[in-house]
């Protein structure tokens, strides 16, 4: 392991909770367990880099499980080299999860958690934060990996391409000729309706807002779905188009061959901030283009960089410049 935290914990109950997991698991001594307790976006990270991992550490004979949140779960399907996918709420154990970056190295049979904020007292997430590493770097570093060492996209199967086309002909999107709003995130604030007012009319195709299973209301003008997780990627690849903003969803549409509109926030948009000032989380963002973290092979991704002084008028005027230049 890269860091531990200076002053590791010595608790009983977390060891055994601990030792509950890996043996309710299955997880045999030369297995590997591969925690990671947050978003979308995180998960993807780490599973990006599994492949490289597991050629730098082999383990004969041995599995490699991948613990994440439930709702990242359809994502290990894109990458090979996970055996056993377990969905697990890492918020609430997150002390049992700080303990365990205490006491561990790389070992088989130990679970890695891959989260930077509880290494070296949040400090490796804090250079991230400040841009002088990647989020990416922060876990090639947990696990063990050079800084240069190669992501692996995820490759979509076959079976959610053919339903990502059922979906697109049933609800109406047209090949290279729609465009996918996103507007919701775990820890950004929807953006107000109004700022996406001259979309519709300025895209020239059909456009679709996803509703995130009811965490948004559809834009005026534009179609509801709800997309699964799972269909994302190739969706989007049948749409062509995507505009969103910047949360695990621009992480995942990486691997797409799309144009992607990412909306960068400004800090009255951020949910929740640990330990920072909301600015700061807001400027952290900057550092998170998808160039910037080495995720975007095929995506061809146009950061709208929103700041603190624009008013919602300046948003739609910022958001509408964008879609001129993409209108078909």
Not at 66 to 81: D, S
Not at 222 to 241: F, H, R
Not at 257 to 286: C, G, H, N, T, W
Request: hydrophobic share 40%; with cysteine.
């Amino acid at each position: 392991m890269f860091m531990r935290n200076s002053n590791p914990y010595f608790n009983s109950r977390v060891d055994c909770e601990v030792r509950n997991i890996v043996r309710g698991l299955g997880v045999a001594c030369n297995d590997y367990l591969i925690m990671e307790p947050y978003s979308i976006g995180d998960a993807y990270h780490t599973l990006c880099l599994l492949s490289q991992f597991r050629r730098n550490y082999p383990n004969p004979g041995g599995k490699l499980y991948f613990v994440c949140n439930q709702r990242a779960v359809p994502l290990t399907h894109m990458f090979e080299g996970v055996d056993h996918v377990v969905a697990f709420n890492g918020a609430p154990n997150e002390f049992m999860l700080e303990s365990i970056v205490n006491r561990h190295n790389l070992n088989v049979g130990e679970p890695i958690v891959t989260a930077p904020d509880m290494y070296a007292n949040g400090w490796l997430a804090q250079l991230s934060a400040k841009g002088l590493i990647s989020p990416l770097h922060g876990k090639k570093l947990i696990l063990g990996l050079d800084l240069d060492a190669p992501v692996v996209h995820g490759v979509v199967p076959s079976i959610d391409r053919e339903k990502a086309a059922h979906f697109a002909r049933e609800h109406g999107v047209i090949f290279g000729k729609s465009l996918i709003i996103f507007n919701h995130a775990n820890t950004i604030n929807s953006l107000p309706n109004e700022v996406f007012s001259d979309v519709v009319d300025l895209f020239g195709g059909n456009v679709f807002t996803d509703t995130g299973w009811g965490k948004v209301l559809p834009l005026s003008g534009t179609v509801p779905l709800n997309i699964p997780l799972d269909l994302v990627v190739p969706l989007s690849e049948i749409a062509g188009y995507v505009l969103a903003l910047r949360s695990g969803i621009t992480d995942i549409l990486s691997s797409a061959k799309i144009k992607l509109m990412s909306l960068y926030p400004r800090s009255i948009e951020i949910k929740f901030s640990q330990d920072v000032p909301v600015e700061d989380s807001a400027l952290s963002f900057r550092y998170m283009t998808l160039n910037k973290l080495g995720l975007s092979p095929k995506c061809h991704e146009i950061p709208i960089f929103l700041e603190n002084s624009d008013d919602d008028y300046i948003v739609r005027q910022k958001i509408s410049d964008i879609i001129k230049t993409v209108c078909i």
